[in-house]
Antibody, heavy 120, light 107 residues
Framework: QVQLVESGGGVVQPGKSLKLSCAAS????????LHWVRHAPGKGLEWVAF????????YYADSVKGRFTISRDQSKSTIYLQMNSLRVEDTAVYYC?????????????WGQGTLVTVSS | DIQMTQSPSTLSASVGDRVTITCRAS??????LAWYQQKPGRAPKLLIY???TLDSGVPSTFSGSGSGTEFTLTISSLQPDDIATYYC?????????FGQGTTVEIK
């Protein structure tokens, strides 16, 4: 069964750090690009970060550039999101999602999400 | 950056009604558009990609059309299980962008 499972969310104070993980299973990890997409309370979906199939390219939304870092471990079929200097407005459910570069950058598989709450 | 605008923001219809949601892009995105369904507390689910191709397992009551800058998602006969928020997403250019969402309710 194709699956993405996020973990690592929680409550954190403004200015602190948190690291999210997303473990993939049920498919061959290496050909796929992976992303983080977030859903803040009462708002729409926002794409956050991208990592290419081989980890050689990373892209970020302007709202997180310089604060968040995406990475992947091919041996563990896992991607990560290191979030530093967290702000109240980073509060959201964070989803990892898969895209197939050969087919186009639409998100065909999503994880169940992990909630990040930034609050003092 | 490309902006995606959906209308309406909220839609109320009766079971069995035909429902149409519009998505407009601020510039030409060819047919590189996807539609997602998100139910409360759940992850988004891919419905349609390349503007009109149904993802595997998606009921044929859903259809998509359009190209360039204007796109539509149609539900031919609204069912109670279709109550959700629907999002369009362009993948023609980086950064990938979603519309603000359309919430579909039962009247």
């Amino acid at each position: 069964q194709v699956q993405l499972v996020e973990s690592g969310g929680g409550v954190v104070q403004p200015g602190k750090s948190l690291k999210l993980s997303c473990a993939a299973s049920g498919f061959t990890f290496s050909p796929y690009a992976l992303h983080w997409v977030r859903h803040a309370p009462g708002k729409g979906l926002e794409w956050v970060a991208f990592i290419s199939f081989d980890g050689s390219n990373e892209y970020y939304a302007d709202s997180v550039k310089g604060r968040f870092t995406i990475s992947r471990d091919q041996s563990k079929s896992t991607i990560y999101l290191q979030m530093n200097s967290l702000r109240v407005e980073d509060t959201a459910v964070y989803y990892c999602a898969r895209t197939n570069p050969a087919a186009g950058y639409y998100f065909d598989v999503w994880g169940q999400g992990t909630l990040v709450t930034v609050s003092s | 950056d490309i902006q995606m605008t959906q209308s309406p923001s909220t839609l109320s219809a009766s079971v069995g009604d035909r429902v149409t949601i519009t998505c407009r892009a601020s510039q030409n995105i060819n047919s590189w558009l996807a539609w997602y369904q998100q139910k409360p507390g759940r992850a988004p689910k891919l419905l349609i990609y390349k503007a009109s191709t149904l993802d595997s397992g998606v009921p044929s009551t859903f259809s998509g059309s359009g190209s360039g800058t204007e796109f539509t998602l149609t539900i031919s006969s609204l069912q109670p299980d279709d109550i959700a928020t629907y999002y369009c997403q362009q993948y023609n250019n980086f950064p990938w962008a979603f519309g603000q969402g359309t919430t579909v309710e039962i009247k």
